[in-house]
């Protein structure tokens, strides 16, 4: 027991919030603290293959405010969330840009595209 | 003369006056800013719309759901302009407000306040010590950041272990700030799981349970705050001070209702959820006059908040058609045991089910939920799997079971083992 790896977990599937504890010994994955089945499979599932939402914001010109906000279309995978944020940083794009718009196209290798949250009206030139 | 007013372009005001819109009232909504969508403008995380619209909408995202059906409307919209006053007489009200194009007087039947909520500031909690600049709340911090890419500070201290806290926390993280240390009074986050686990433990962002700030130190910008641990009544300990470096403070501590303006033309407030006292289709004590929304009480959940613009929105259409096919009297309704605050406080028996949104004073699974009359008889027995303060829950009490009394009561009790 001593030298597999345990880790804890929040479960976020329902608002008991049950703190869950893994371990891991590469052939199974053992779950304590879970009141129910979906806080298993929670489990598994974050170990296996925890994935994220990245949301943010890139510099725009031209338009009401220096800020738009992205973020990446579909789940990408925690590890990866750090090579999305640096992908972003540095972005600059020009007004018009309609909601949903891709700024990025499979960013950082993620299979997901980086789309704008809103709408940005041009406004100066 | 307008049907009715919304005063109020967040996500609650823009639903309702789509619904009323919809209903074929002639509806003006009049917003402070210059765009609509309110508070969503600036929450740029995903998780909206997971109760509405099944699926976890970025906040411009689920503002503009509602936002493209009011632009293809003729509902008048009026931004950029204030409500400097208003005259509620029963007949017909009178809005004046300040408009880019002059002070403008609107004649309106009804009005939908959805002014929702400000946040709560270092001269409403104990912090000792200086003011100088560099003290921050979070939902301007978060504004800051999201919307004109401002950083607070390279050292930043959050104060509060809420939802908006730990958000801002992430956000900062994401936009480079590596040094971010959040402390809050009680023993864990009081926020909603899925942000403990997506915005600090993703993270690693450092946080110290039991803490709040004594004093902040900085003559012109802050410097440092002096730390000091609290006991389980909040009681500082002494002796456990301990001073940290930073150069910002945002402070996450807290959202109250903006019921300032009700309260200005008579409506009732109540000292519970700090919103109007409303009915069952969200009516204050001032007649024909609606709020909705975060100004009535703290939703954790937009699509809540949001609800309550679809009941309102009834409500106004019920006012209009002057059909009064309530039956004689009304109820109040008041938290009980274990229950923080509750809304409607008052059932004036319009509705055969009433929709009530209540916060829970403790933590527990599977509590015994009653609903009590005067003489402490249990008029029904409700179940959840589990409590907690930070999760605001929901319940449908059908009328039937209420209508004969004039005062009932919401009681949560911990299970006994």
Known sequence: ?125 | MKDVVVIGGGPSGVACAVTLFDKGFDVGIIEINEELGGLLDQCIHDGFGTKLFNEGLSGPEFASRFIEKLDKSTVEIMLNSFVKSVNPSDKTKEITCITPQGVKKVQTKSIVYAIGCRERNEYEILIGGSRPTGVLTAGAVQRLVNLYGILPGKNVIIVGGGDVGMIVARHLFLEGINNIFMVYPEEFFTGLPRNIQQCILDFDIKFQPQTIVKNIIGSEHIEAVELVKVDENWNPINGTEKTVKCDSLILSVGLIPYSDKLEEIGAKIDSYTNGPVVNEYFETTVNGVFAIGNLVQIFDYVDDAVETAFIAADGVEQFLKNKTHKKDGFINLKPGENVNCLTPQRIDKFLDEISIFFRPGITCKTPKILLINKEGKILKKFSKPFVRPSTLENLKIPLKIIENEDEVSLHVKAKED
Not at chain 1, 104 to 118: H, P
């Open chain 1, 1 to 125: 027991m001593s030298k597999q790896k345990k880790t804890s977990i929040l479960c976020i599937r329902c608002p008991k919030g049950c703190e869950l504890k893994v371990s891991n010994n590469k052939k199974d994955i053992k779950v304590e603290g879970n009141e129910c089945r979906i806080g298993l499979e929670y489990a598994i599932e974050e170990i296996k293959n925890p994935v994220r939402i990245v949301a943010s914001t890139i510099s725009i010109l031209n338009s009401n405010y220096p800020r738009l906000p992205v973020r990446t279309k579909d789940t990408i995978p925690k590890n990866k969330i750090k090579k999305v944020i640096e992908t972003i940083r540095g972005v600059t794009i020009k007004a018009p840009i309609k909601q949903g718009q891709i700024i990025i196209k499979n960013i950082a290798n993620t299979g997901s595209d980086l789309i704008a949250e809103r709408d940005m009206e041009r406004v100066k030139n």
